[in-house]
């Protein structure tokens, strides 16, 4: 590990003005590539205390050895640069995006004499029209053998086609007149380049013209009796729209747009673009990419568009291109699509209307292949022993922590607190373990007392269960305060299976930092268990916090290890949320009648039923409320009691209007008040 003050630039030595720099290591590797307006500015920012950067720049910086720099004229030219060093070098800290798959893209060769249809993968040619790229090469398949019908155009390979020209016989296509055959003559090489370069105009959009120009030709053959071939022409235009219709219209006025969206999260990023030409989605893809350096979404946009029109020139780059955030600059970036489209090229985030909800659909795919390349991550046997072996390296722990147990608190403002443990077993979760708990002994919010309380009655139940199963001969019961957990103990003795919390983990992770470990620490320590590891991930900087450890351990950003360690803090998180959220539902919904001992949900809706609201039902005497079917008048009595000891709320006032809001039947609140409509929506807007 390299000090940075070791191969510092001299004051001055760098110069105040745009360009490229390299970071190199002590091999001679080029280790990350940037670009800046001032480079003396930028490279400034590195050469700081290591404590003020972020993890990730502390990294980089320290296996580096040395940094050199280029000049250029321009901040264009520097984004340039950039990305042809980036593809020279393959920087290990850069953002590099990889495509989760070799997308199929539909080709015209029209570099050759016979121009051919085909599906293309991998680096594009020189010469080659391009459409797409595609979700699946059938679909490509599919269109093609639609459009044949219209646009015979060749579609076989060199062998294929130098063989029927040898023998004088076509293929199948060229007898069922999908092919023009122009191996054996019947159009001339003038005639078929026509044939693709209608065959590319269609594809590229120019639909509208060729359509009415085969409606008029059957038209025409109709007028002249010549039905035969009115009628074919018939079927060729059904065939163009059954084409078309493979992709709807999602943009009005024949809007030629690429839409990206970006999903991220701290360790990575997937970014799903939406080619979108003659207002139809004509292609899409995907890519995702690990984030080890510190940086923006904006940022990543930018990467994004230099892998994606960094090699291309003309038409392929669109008119517009729609962003969920701009680089910071956006000025060179946009004057660097310019050049590669030879015209204006509009940068921009959509704001309303059709592309902004087209864009909302490009960010739920991007979710989507996040959560499915973090779920084919984790489902690797490989990736999954690499992690646990590395968080035992980490944390000096003796053997892989095999079943790892996570906690997490939550609350809204101090109210319904609740924890959550979530269990992963090699490196897996597993459901069935997860428990849930009510934090019970005391009121208010402290994050930290609760990890506490949560730690000892999970690991009191353990020691329990081990006296139960005769592993202690014998001693007081650990149990003995009643303290456990919130869904109380739900599996028999005799069936075999294990009573919750029977199995200890190798290793407690708690979501938070010194306060939160050193809690769960003292707990274990309570309990006179110390062969368990604890250790906490801070959210921040994910970090990894030990106990009675000044200092975080800090795991590579590319660390399969780290990367489990985050999948189990955020399923604690989300398991502890979901539960909150039920619990503050009920609330909401509580009523005074909950607490009549014995009366149930059906006797308590016939009674909303009967009396048509609460506020009707809470002025019935004893007798009234005996004329509902299922309820005695010792029922009744009680009923009343509970209804004169809890205090009408204030009336709900619509804040818009200043109106008095009635009351819906059935519907109330905490402490009996009525719910009106909507304000459960509000209270969730609120809360997130």
Same mark, same amino acid.
């Given at each position: 590990m390299a000090d940075p003050s070791s191969y510092r630039p001299r004051p001055g030595q760098i110069p105040d003005s745009p360009g490229v720099y390299r970071f190199r290591d002590e091999h001679r590797r080029v280790i990350y590539v940037g670009k800046a307006k001032s480079l003396r500015q930028r490279l400034a920012n590195y050469f700081q205390d290591l404590a003020n950067l972020h993890p990730r720049t502390r990294t980089m910086v320290t296996t580096a050895a040395s940094v050199e720099w280029t000049v250029v004229s321009t901040e264009v030219e520097a984004l340039q640069l950039e990305y042809s060093w980036i593809k020279e070098f393959d920087p290990r800290f850069n953002v590099k995006y990889r495509d989760d798959k070799s997308y199929p893209y539909l080709a015209v060769t029209m570099n050759e004499e016979y121009p051919r249809v085909q599906v293309m993968r991998g680096h594009k040619k020189k010469g080659v029209r391009y459409f797409g790229p595609y979700a699946h090469a059938w679909a490509i398949r599919d269109t093609v053998d639609l459009l044949l019908r219209v646009f015979p155009v060749r579609t076989c390979? &060199?062998?294929? $086609?130098?063989? &029927? &020209?040898?023998?004088?016989?076509?293929?199948?296509?060229?007898?069922?007149?999908?092919?023009? #055959?122009?191996?054996?003559?019947?159009?001339? #090489?003038? =005639?078929?380049? =026509?044939?693709?370069? =209608? $065959?590319?105009?269609?594809? &590229?959009?120019?639909?509208?013209?060729y359509l009415r120009r085969l409606e008029q030709r059957m038209r025409e053959a109709a007028e002249e009796m010549e039905y035969e071939r009115a009628a074919r022409l018939r079927d060729d235009i059904e065939a163009l729209k059954k084409a078309m219709e493979k992709n709807a219209v999602v943009l009005a006025d024949a809007t030629d747009a690429d839409l990206i969206a970006v999903a991220e999260d701290e360790l990575e990023a997937a970014v799903q673009i939406f080619h979108v030409r003659g207002g139809r989605v004509r292609g899409q893809r995907g890519w995702v990419t690990d984030k080890v350096e510190e940086i923006t979404t904006g940022a990543l946009v930018e990467h994004a568009l230099q892998q994606l029109y960094g090699e291309e020139s003309g038409d392929a780059v669109p008119k517009e291109v729609l962003v969920p955030a701009l680089p910071d600059p956006v000025e060179p970036v946009q004057e660097w699509l310019a050049g590669r489209r030879g015209s204006g090229v509009s940068l921009r985030i959509p704001q309303r209307g059709d592309k902004r909800a087209l864009m909302e659909t490009v960010e739920r795919n991007a979710q989507q292949a996040l959560v499915l390349h973090k779920t084919k991550r984790a489902s690797d046997l490989t990736t999954r022993s690499r992690a646990l072996e590395e968080i035992a390296e980490a944390l000096d722990l003796d053997s892989a922590p095999l079943r790892i147990e996570c906690y997490d608190i939550s609350h809204l403002q101090g109210d319904d607190v609740v924890a959550s443990m979530v269990v992963f077993e090699d490196g897996l979760q597993r459901k069935s373990e997860y428990r849930r708990f009510q934090i019970k002994g005391f009121e208010g919010q402290d994050d930290v007392r609760s990890m506490h309380e949560v730690i000892s009655r999970r690991f009191r139940r353990y020691l329990a269960e081990k006296e139960r199963t005769g592993e202690w001969a014998d001693g007081e019961n650990p149990d003995a305060d009643g303290s456990g957990d919130s869904t109380g103990n739900g599996l028999t003795e005799d069936d075999g299976r294990p009573r919750k919390f029977a199995y200890p983990p190798q290793l407690v992770v708690v979501d938070g930092g010194q306060p939160q470990v050193a809690a769960a620490k003292k707990a274990l320590d309570e309990l006179g268990i110390d062969d368990i590891a604890v250790c906490g991930l801070a959210k921040r900087l994910e970090e990894v916090w030990l106990p009675d450890q000044d200092d975080p351990v800090v795991l590579p950003r590319t660390s399969e290890g780290l990367y489990l360690l985050q999948r189990v803090r955020d399923e604690a998180h989300r398991f502890a949320i979901t539960y909150q959220r039920t619990k503050r539902a009920k609330r909401f919904r509580a009523s005074p009648l909950d607490d009549v001992p014995g009366l149930g949900d059906t006797r308590k809706q016939a009674l909303l039923k009967h009396f048509g609201s609460l506020k009707k039902l809470r002025s019935a005497t004893i007798d009234q409320i005996c004329e509902v079917p299922g309820i005695g008048r010792k029922t009744a009595e009680t009923i009343a009691v509970a209804l004169a000891q809890a205090a009408p709320a204030a009336p709900a006032v619509n804040t818009a209007t200043g109106e008095i809001m009635e009351e819906e039947p059935g519907t109330t609140g905490s402490g009996g008040e009525p719910v009106t409509t909507g304000a459960p929506d509000q209270r969730r807007g609120q809360e997130t």
């Open positions: 390979s &060199a062998g294929v $086609f130098k063989n &029927a &020209a040898r023998t004088g016989r076509p293929c199948l296509l060229g007898y069922i007149g999908k092919c023009s #055959a122009p191996c054996v003559g019947r159009v001339s #090489a003038e =005639e078929h380049r =026509e044939l693709a370069e =209608e $065959f590319s105009d269609f594809m &590229a959009g120019r639909t509208g013209t």
